[in-house]
């Protein structure tokens, strides 16, 4: 209760220190800073998500920005089912992205699992600085107005819980061109230890689409980098272990166990005697268009049945053992690309999950695959051991 006298606040700023590195801004001093009104918990009017940062290296931007404000509709919202416009500015990381949006939520009841979500986006984006990227040759530096449709649903079944993910957008800015995608995953869980998880993903573009928009066999877009601060500037993830080709980011056709191949692809490292000229020109492995399907089995072993019955920490940090096999194929973009492509193995994954209002995962996922299997090597046995360290989770619930 407020004091005799005074009136209770109408809105409040929530401010939290941040602390950041890459390989361009060195360490990055920032401050965040959540607005809302009191009491509503990120599920109020006039919510506002921000943060401001100097880099102490002093690049050439030495100061970037995010902000992010969201209104409620209420006329077409309800408990678990809100409509909102969001407002979006942010330059960071030498990438400049600034647009406005309708989202809509449909809840069935107060079962945070089943849902259906639409969200409507236009923006102006640029990549005004490639210094950030960890490979430079995946991005193009054009000014770009994209209008975007995702819609997102959550459900169960009579094998368990799915969801289904569709995205399509339009680039207007200059030449025209088109991507979208499909993602459908579902859980099959056996017993309280064994469970099968399946996923099926399929991505297509017009010709002319820029290299950020354009799919890899083994891992997402590079788009998807800018949403994450671990992977947005390179350094973060150390430079030496992502060209490497042994640290794989979960996304797009996720084919992890040609991440080593693609990466050579991508800093022009699969061409050993190569002039300046000729590297300048090597196409990296992304495509117009690539289908793929990836299973997870997941099986008890002793140190995850002890790992999980720790009491407290377990509802927050899971520990994983599975088999993987994935298969894919780039549906014909080249006559020696077209056919499909295979690999199989077995890992391990730690889970840190933190669910926010909405009951989604907030949180991140370590892993450590052994990829023993590739049914078409370009380079030595299809039978060797590999072995990938593993960020973000294709298969995450």
Known sequence: MPASGQSPKSYEFIPAPDLWYNDVDGIRLGLRLKGQVPGTFEDGPHRLDAGLWLSTWFPELPVSYYVSFTEPIPK??????????????????????????????????????????VRIFNTYEKRFDKEYTAFPALWSDEDKFIASVSANMKDENGLGYYTVSITGSVQYANKNY???????????????????????????????????????????????????????????????WIKSGNFHVAGGANLRGYTGEDVDSFIGGACTDCSEEELANLQPNIYNSIAALNTELDYPNPAKSLFNRIPYISDFIT???????????????????????????????????IPDYLGKPRGFVLRYDIPFWLSDPETGDPFKFRSLIGFGAVLSF
């Open 178 to 240: 088109g991507f979208g995608s499909v993602t459908a995953v579902q859980r099959i869980p056996f017993s309280d230890k064994w469970g099968l998880k399946l996923r099926g993903f399929a991505g297509t573009s017009s010709g002319s689409t820029a290299p950020e928009y354009l799919f890899s066999r083994s891992t997402g877009q590079a788009i998807g980098t800018i949403f994450n601060g671990v992977t947005r500037a390179k350094g973060t993830i150390p430079q030496p």
């Open 319 to 353: 520990f994983r053992s599975y088999l993987f096999f994935d298969a894919g194929s780039t549906l014909g973009s080249s006559e020696s690309s077209s056919s499909w492509i295979a690999d199989a193995g077995a890992g391990f994954a730690l889970s840190l999950n």
């Open 76 to 117: 077409w919202s309800d408990f678990g089912s809100e409509a909102s416009v969001q407002a979006i500015t942010s330059i960071r990381s030498g990438y400049s992205r600034h647009g406005v949006g309708l989202n809509k939520r449909w809840q069935q009841g107060f079962d945070e699992r089943r849902y259906r979500e």
